[in-house]
């Protein structure tokens, strides 16, 4: 009898899903990414075989690209233009912070990125990985690479993120931003609970060409919490307290609080010509990804 | 608005357990651990609740506030709040209690004496006095007596109050009214109470420089008593002693009266009266030596008050009047010869003008004096004192009377008008009848032109000084002079006590003539031994006798004399209340004892709300206590 994990490609999810991804393909706002070789449609100047327009000669231009047609009927050089088959980099930023072992958050944050490192892969884009946790520490980083040959690089390393460390998430995307080079999309999924300042690294993002893509990843406690009476809250990353006295009758407020974080980091997401999506851990890996996502447009089927 | 006083305001003290209280709470707070992810999402909710609810600090910590609301409570009853009824009355409080014999009389009911009754109403006072307001006690029966100052002390106050005895004297109010007065000048008194059972006499000379409360309580039950006893000498050695029986209800009551004489039973008898009719009685007593004499009165059935149940009369020994009259004055010799009962020296055979004895009852003196005899009623006649020769002088001119002192005993019933007499006494120039009564004299006969006759009291002794000789005016010839010279013998004869006799009344005893100069001891019927000193008078005078029953007067170990005294006041026998007291401008109302205005204390409101905030708090821990679980 053989086990039926044995015959799966990762521990992340089966090989059926896994075969709907590798049918998708990630859906960026912008065109221009990387000048190098990608299957993304760029502008002109390109070396595909699409045919784009034509422009004056130059001296120094490649003599190959003299359209010899037009040059005997007018007399004149002109060089053939093609279109761009751009390679675009997709950066992903898995928070692997203490606060993401809550309730299967961090299994759905690597699954995810999972997901889109291997829409990227299976599309010819540059595809590295992050995982950070610690502030005094070196994040799991995952090279650079692209094709289908680094697909089971990319599983293996996004199945052995641990989880459990103190940084927040803008630190987080400022050590990312040390590392990493080439432009593209930067999908950061995390749970982007932190005491501060979150618009920063996003300008550092886009000023680095890097599409801002955040995935709100949020246990379920944390989206209706059931809570009543006095409590001492303990922060599972600082260890710090808070005294709150009839918790349940500031449900309310913790609400607005959590729909206000949702669209402040959706505005600064979308100003920078990103998305943004807050999920729940609780719901299975295929909502997300074939629901949420497709309707949301972050990703083609 | 008037604020609220404490009685203890030391109490606030307490307010200092709010500090072991708070920090004990916030130590012994423990709320359940919760690990979160993050916090930043509660921080948040945190922050704006605190913005948007400035009192969510206490909302969090509401049984702590409620711990504090109910220490705060706690500590202001034990402050003992109170509301001020009437500031102004409620400061100083005098209250007058009366001690008097009728205070101890009882009721069949309770077997509790008026003062006891009064002493618990008082207590009840005292319990109750707030921080603002003082009382002094004063007792008074015939006298005052301050027992307290102005005072908020309850141990104080209580041990004076149980100090007070009922006494067996009279009551009277003008003497403890004085005092209570004498402090209007140094506490703002507005009214002055009176605790007592309303047997007072109703009229009162004073004029109420306060409002007067009296606050009457219920009189005792049936009473029969003695209020009256004397004697009369109805022979040289027979007596007639009177004894007056009365009683205090309206039903006939009966008693037996019983006569002893020095302590030996003589006689007794059955009487029935009410209040209505009081019973007379005389006990014929034949006797030519001193005796003391007890009445004693043995109820039938319940009686209230036992103090006015004995009365003491002591009988001098039997004996003429002795009597002397200077030779050459005829006329009041024969006078005073037709007196009955006279022992009237008569005049040496030798002519000298000079009595041969020493001690006379009565000695009718002219200018040639009466070497060293002595006599307790001398009458001089056309003799200046020597003391006022200089503010008096006797011109040779016809003078007459102005008028006369008609009640002073030895004109009591003379005719004085037209009177003419041949010298002129007059006060010298500058002199006045206030000198003659600084030096002790009285003008009991007032002349045209100065004082025609004065009297002059040295202890027992009576002297009355004619200052013109009455051989010299028309007095010997008038109706009026026999009834002078009788007035005279009749005042000797009381002064000696030959004539008649009255039982002495508590208070002081009468005076006692002894040799001069000596101490002795009194011993009062309750035990007591004092010692007195008679003096160059030779007269024990001013002995206390707050107590009904025998005084016997020790020389050493040897009995002088024993003297007797009982209540005889018809006032206190009779048990009942005056229903108003006339003051000089004023009539005051008794009424029924009933609490004095006083400040209202809400301390027990205090502790209601203490007691509902605790069951409030009890409700609500255990409330949440079920929503954590």
């Excluded at chain 2, 149940?309 to 037709?338: E, G, M, Y």
Aim: some cysteine; glycine content about 6%; proline content about 5%.
């Amino acid at each position: 009898m053989t086990n039926p994990l044995a015959s799966q490609l990762t521990t992340l999810f089966d090989n059926s899903t896994l075969n709907q991804i590798e049918r998708m393909r990630l859906r960026p706002n912008r065109r221009l990414t990387n000048r190098a070789r990608g299957e993304h449609l760029s502008g002109k100047g390109g070396s595909s075989t699409d045919f784009a327009d034509f422009r004056d000669y130059v001296a120094g231009d490649d003599l190959r690209y003299v359209d010899w047609n037009i040059f005997a009927r007018l007399r004149r050089p002109y060089i053939k233009q093609f279109q761009h088959e751009e390679e675009m980099h997709v950066v992903l930023l898995v928070d692997a912070s203490t606060s993401m072992l809550f309730e299967d958050k961090l299994l759905r944050a690597k699954q995810l990125a999972a997901a889109f490192g291997i829409m990227g892969l299976l599309n010819v884009e540059r595809v590295s990985a992050y995982a950070i946790h610690s502030r005094e520490g070196q994040p799991w980083k995952l090279p650079p690479g692209t094709g289908r040959t680094k697909i089971r690089g990319l599983l293996s390393f996004l199945e052995n993120v641990e989880g459990g460390g103190n940084i927040p998430i803008e630190k987080a995307i400022e050590t990312m931003l040390r590392f990493h080079r080439g432009r593209g999309v930067a999908i950061i999924i995390s749970d982007f609970l932190t005491f501060g300042d979150v618009s920063r690294p996003m300008n550092l993002l886009y000023s680095s060409g890097l599409e801002v893509w955040g995935l709100q990843v949020l246990a379920e406690s944390e989206i209706n919490p059931n809570v009543q009476g006095d409590l001492r809250f303990v922060d599972s990353e600082t260890q710090e307290t808070l005294d709150i006295t009839n918790a349940s009758e500031l449900l309310n407020v913790y609400q607005d609080q959590r729909i206000w974080l949702q669209e402040a980091l959706n505005t600064l997401c979308r100003s920078r010509q990103g998305r943004f999506l807050s999920v729940s851990s609780g719901m299975t890996l295929q909502s997300i990804l074939f629901e949420q996502l497709c309707r949301q447009g972050w990703i083609l089927r | 608005m008037k604020w609220p006083g404490f009685v203890n305001l030391w109490g606030a003290w307490f307010l200092l357990a709010l500090i072991p209280l708070i920090i004990l709470y916030f130590l012994k707070l423990r709320r359940p651990k919760m690990e979160v992810p993050s916090l930043a999402l509660w921080q948040s909710v945190v922050n704006d609740q605190r913005v948007n609810s400035p009192f969510q600090k206490f909302r969090r910590n509401l049984l702590l506030l409620l711990q504090i609301i109910l220490l705060c409570l706690l500590v202001l009853a034990l402050m003992q709040p109170f509301l001020h009824a009437d500031a102004e009355v409620a400061e100083y409080k005098p209250l007058l209690i009366d001690c008097s014999a009728s205070m101890a009389a009882t009721d069949e009911a309770t077997g509790k004496t008026r003062l006891e009754l009064v002493k618990e109403k008082v207590r009840e006072q005292i319990d109750n006095l707030t921080g603002d307001q003082r009382i002094a006690l004063f007792s008074f029966s015939n006298t005052g007596r301050r027992l307290t100052e102005f005072s908020n002390d309850r141990r104080v106050l209580t041990k004076a109050l149980d100090s007070l005895q009922p006494t067996d004297l009279p009551g009277q109010l003008d003497d403890v009214l004085r005092m209570a007065a004498a402090y209007t000048r140094t506490f703002p008194i507005k009214t002055v109470t009176i605790m007592t059972d309303g047997n007072l006499p109703d009229a009162v000379d004073f004029e109420l420089p306060f409002s007067l409360d009296v606050q009457k309580i219920d009189p005792g039950g049936p009473n029969i008593g003695i209020t009256e006893m004397s004697a009369r000498r109805s022979g040289p050695e027979d007596w007639e002693v009177f004894v007056r029986v009365s009683a205090s209800s309206v039903d006939l009551r009966g008693a037996e009266l019983q006569l002893f004489e020095d302590g030996e039973p003589q006689t007794s008898h059955q009487v029935e009266v009410s209040n209505e009719e009081a019973d007379r009685l005389v006990f014929p007593v034949s006797t030519s030596q001193s005796k003391l004499l007890e009445a004693r009165l043995v109820p039938v059935g319940y009686d209230s008050l036992s103090v006015d149940n004995s009365v003491w009369l002591t009988l001098p020994a039997a004996r003429p009047l002795k009597v002397w009259v200077s030779p050459k004055l005829a006329s009041w010799r024969h006078a005073v010869r037709v007196q009955p009962n006279l022992d009237l020296e008569e005049p040496a055979e030798d002519g000298s003008t000079v009595p041969r004895g020493a001690d006379y009852d009565l000695m009718i003196i002219d200018e040639d004096g009466a070497g060293n005899a002595e006599a307790p009623v001398r009458l001089f006649v056309g003799v200046v004192p020597p003391d006022l020769q200089e503010i008096i002088k006797v011109d040779e001119d016809v003078s007459y009377v102005v008028d006369w002192n008609r009640t002073a005993p030895i004109l009591r019933h003379v005719q004085l008008a037209d009177v003419q007499i041949g010298e002129q006494p007059k006060l010298a120039t500058g002199a006045a009848t206030k000198d003659l009564e600084e030096r002790g004299y009285e003008v009991l006969i007032d002349g045209n032109a100065g004082p025609l006759m004065l009297q002059r009291r040295e202890g027992l002794s009576v002297s009355y000084y004619f200052l013109f000789h009455t051989d010299r005016s028309t007095l010997p010839y008038r109706v009026g002079f026999p009834i002078l010279a009788a007035n005279a013998i009749e005042s000797a004869l009381k002064q000696a006590a030959l004539s008649d006799v009255a039982a002495a009344p508590t208070g002081v005893l009468p005076a006692v003539p002894v040799d001069s100069g000596r101490t002795y001891t009194i011993k009062s019927p309750d035990g007591e031994v004092s010692s007195v000193e008679s003096g160059a008078s030779g007269i024990l005078e001013g002995i206390s006798a707050g107590r009904v029953g025998r005084y016997d007067v020790l020389d050493g170990d040897t009995l002088v004399t024993s003297i007797g005294t009982g209540l005889l006041n018809g006032t206190e026998s009779s048990l009942k209340p005056a229903d108003e007291f006339r003051f000089s401008e004023l009539t005051v109302a008794t009424e029924d004892a009933k609490q004095v205005d006083s400040d209202r204390p809400f301390w027990w409101i205090l502790a209601l709300l203490a007691f509902g905030v605790l069951m409030f708090e009890w409700w609500y821990f255990q409330r949440a206590r079920g929503a954590m679980v």
